[in-house]
């Protein structure tokens, strides 16, 4: 345990509590059962939370290369998304859209296409390595139109090309389909090792046990209302956007 003046130091936030120190505390608390979320926290507080303007503030092309490069140790990624297509499945006028608003909006330098190239550059580990991608999709981010028609055409054609490959399994959710897990805000679970989420304004990293626990558990509902292959033609609507051939498709139920 630190000492007097120690303590005091990490009481008044002037100095970070060691993993020791962490687990003193809550021995002496009578909760040995939060030391792992605590020290979790701790080593992780100042990249939790992570503004869009300050992370882009340069341009979003070293942000987007810092994500390919991390891309290359995950084995599992579990996806969840209700506003746009993931950037490992994009084509280049779909992400090109996307990251010329997402500029504007924010007011950082214009590098899209530099960002852009290193974006698609994640759909290498489709094809590459032992990495596998479980992804759900709500109907609504077929829909919802990034760019042109031709550009969303391309994209939702590039999505068939994706889905019979075998580090791919894809889910939709239907409009239609009873809820038993709300619609959530879009999350990525890199192994069991983090999970980031992105809001409006910011990059959430998550890396607490019991919040991965909680974000696993959602992704395990969420797939489970979701539809694969085939019997997407079931469900019309999901159906006509993104399955007119389904006897070309491959059933890949999840996990």
Known sequence: MQNVTDTSRIINAKSQPSDPDIRAWCAACGADDQADDLIATARAVES???????????????????????????????????????????????????????????????????????????????????????????????????????TMRGQLQHLLTVLPLPSVALGIIPTGAERTMWPLEAFYLQDSSAAVVETLTAEINVVQPRELADYARAFDELARMAVYGRAASRWPAVGAVLFPLPRRMRVRHYP
């Open 48 to 150: 939790m939370y992570l503004e869009w303007r300050r992370i882009h503030r340069g341009g979003m092309r070293r942000v987007q290369e810092q994500t390919l490069a991390q891309y290359a140790e995950i084995a599992l990624n579990r996806v969840y998304v209700s506003n746009v297509v993931p950037g490992f499945f994009q084509t280049v006028p779909y992400a090109t859209a996307l990251l010329k608003a997402i500029t504007r909006f924010q007011g950082t330098p214009d590098d899209v296409a530099e960002a852009v190239a290193a974006r698609v550059a994640r759909s290498r580990y489709l094809y590459e390595g032992n990495h596998r991608f479980v992804v759900v999709l709500e109907e609504a981010v077929l829909r919802n139109r990034i760019g042109t028609p031709a």
